[in-house]
């Protein structure tokens, strides 16, 4: 059985599987707005949808209890083909990314999970395996912009039988 240990959120780390959002994220200075009262910070990740046309942008909330089992077995991966996923935290100070990549299954070789702080958004690169969110703490609410046209290429998922769920540590 696969035992994984969550590491803190980096852009550099997490750039195979996505982007990590946040102000100043390289030191950027940003630039004027809102007449002088804010800093914007443009273009901090690319978002795909590689169905135009056909798909629609859905932003929704996901309201997620934390999660309180440690070790935690990952039951199941998905991913989205055809769309970045995109999960800005709305009140959380901290949660768990798990991800990995891989084709038609996920390549648990490649398996990587990151504690996130409450002052970084993530996105998913279409066709990266990850875990449901996981909220640590508290219920956290997560603002999720991804594509959809509602069919089964939204989301594919892969399940694990019990004998092979990797296990998740938190670290302290």
């Not at 800093?39 to 997620?64: K, M």
């Not at 990952?74 to 990549?101: D, G, I």
Request: aromatic share 8%; hydrophobic share 40%.
């Amino acid at each position: 059985m696969q035992e994984l240990t969550a590491h803190p959120l980096t852009a550099d780390a997490y750039a195979p599987y996505g982007d990590v959002i946040m102000a100043r994220r390289h030191g950027e200075p940003g630039l004027p707005g809102n007449q002088g009262t804010a800093l914007r910070f443009p273009r901090l990740a690319e978002l795909i949808d590689a169905r135009p046309g056909r798909a629609r942008a859905n932003l929704g909330i996901f309201r997620c209890a934390p999660r309180t089992v440690w070790p935690m077995p990952l039951t199941l991966l998905e991913k989205h083909p055809a769309s970045t996923q995109l999960f800005v935290p709305m009140n959380a100070s901290r949660y768990l990314v798990v991800v990995a990549r891989g084709g038609d299954s996920p390549d648990l070789a490649t398996l990587a999970a990151f504690v996130a702080t409450g002052a970084q958004a993530i996105t998913y690169h279409p066709g990266v395996w990850h875990h449901p969110m996981i909220a640590l703490g508290d219920v956290t609410d997560f603002t999720c912009l991804v594509w959809e046209d509602d069919s089964d290429d939204d989301c594919v998922v892969c399940a694990y039988d019990e004998a092979d769920q990797p296990r998740l540590r938190l670290p302290c």
